[in-house]
C-alpha cells in the first residue's frame, strides 16, 4: 500500500526535474547600455546611439552579431540596423560603439509615436545570447534599451522621395 502512494510522488519529482532542466539555465555573457536612453528621431534624422559592452564570458566561438531594431507599440520591426560585433569579443574587456540610428529621407516616413529601440547578441543563425540590461528583455533575448519618439511629419518645402516600387525600404 506505501509503494503505490510514493509511485505517483516519483514520479511528480521525476517530471519537476525534467521541467527545470527544460528551462533556460544560460548565464548573460555579458552587459549592454545605450545611450542615450530616450531620444527623438525625425523624418530625415540620424541619432548616434552608443552601445556600452561588458563582455564577461566567451561565445563559444562564434562570431557576434548584434541587432538592433525600431519596433513599434504592437511589437513589430520597423528598421533594422543589424551588424557585426566591432573587433573580437573577449571577456574582461570593455567595448563602446556607436550606431548610427536612422529614420531616412528617401523611403516612407515612419508613423509618429513611441517606439522601442531593442538590442541582442545573436551568432546570424539560431543561436541567441542572453544579456543583462537596465531594460527588460522583450522576448527572444531582444532588450529595450531606448525609447524613441518619431514627430508628426512636418513637410515645409521640397521634399525627396523614391517610389515605393523603385527600391525596398530599409
Same mark, same amino acid.
Given at each position: 500500500?506505501?509503494?503505490?502512494?510514493?509511485?505517483?510522488?516519483?514520479?511528480?519529482?521525476?517530471?519537476?526535474?525534467?521541467?527545470?532542466?527544460?528551462?533556460?539555465?544560460?548565464?548573460? @555573457?555579458?552587459?549592454?547600455?545605450?545611450?542615450?536612453?530616450?531620444?527623438?528621431?525625425?523624418?530625415?534624422?540620424?541619432?548616434?546611439?552608443?552601445?556600452?559592452?561588458?563582455?564577461?564570458?566567451?561565445?563559444?566561438?562564434?562570431?557576434?552579431?548584434?541587432?538592433?531594431?525600431?519596433? !513599434?507599440?504592437?511589437?513589430?520591426?520597423?528598421?533594422?540596423? !543589424?551588424?557585426?560585433?566591432?573587433?573580437?569579443?573577449?571577456?574582461?574587456?570593455?567595448?563602446?560603439?556607436?550606431?548610427?540610428?536612422?529614420?531616412?529621407?528617401?523611403?516612407?516616413?515612419?508613423?509618429?509615436?513611441?517606439?522601442?529601440?531593442?538590442?541582442?547578441?545573436?551568432?546570424?543563425?539560431?543561436?541567441?545570447?542572453?544579456?543583462?540590461?537596465?531594460?527588460?528583455?522583450?522576448?527572444?533575448?531582444?532588450?529595450?534599451?531606448?525609447? @524613441?519618439?518619431?514627430?508628426?511629419? @512636418?513637410?515645409?518645402?521640397?521634399?525627396?522621395?523614391? !517610389?515605393?516600387?523603385?527600391?525596398? @525600404?530599409?
Amino acid at each position: 500500500m506505501r509503494v503505490t502512494k510514493l509511485l505517483p510522488l516519483s514520479i511528480l519529482l521525476a517530471l519537476a526535474a525534467g521541467l527545470a532542466s527544460c528551462a533556460p539555465s544560460e548565464t548573460p @555573457v555579458g552587459r549592454v547600455e545605450a545611450r542615450p536612453h530616450r531620444f527623438e528621431l525625425p523624418h530625415g534624422a540620424v541619432v548616434p546611439v552608443e552601445l556600452l559592452w561588458t563582455m564577461e564570458d566567451p561565445l563559444d566561438g562564434s562570431a557576434a552579431l548584434v541587432f538592433a531594431h525600431l519596433v !513599434d507599440e504592437d511589437g513589430t520591426v520597423r528598421r533594422t540596423f !543589424d551588424h557585426t560585433f566591432p573587433g573580437s569579443w573577449k571577456p574582461g574587456r570593455d567595448r563602446s560603439e556607436t550606431v548610427p540610428i536612422y529614420h531616412s529621407a528617401i523611403g516612407p516616413a515612419l508613423p509618429s509615436g513611441e517606439y522601442e529601440l531593442v538590442v541582442g547578441l545573436s551568432d546570424g543563425e539560431e543561436r541567441r545570447w542572453p544579456l543583462r540590461t537596465e531594460g527588460p528583455d522583450v522576448g527572444r533575448m531582444e532588450y529595450a534599451l531606448a525609447r @524613441v519618439r518619431v514627430p508628426e511629419l @512636418v513637410v515645409d518645402g521640397p521634399r525627396f522621395v523614391f !517610389d515605393e516600387g523603385w527600391l525596398p @525600404v530599409e
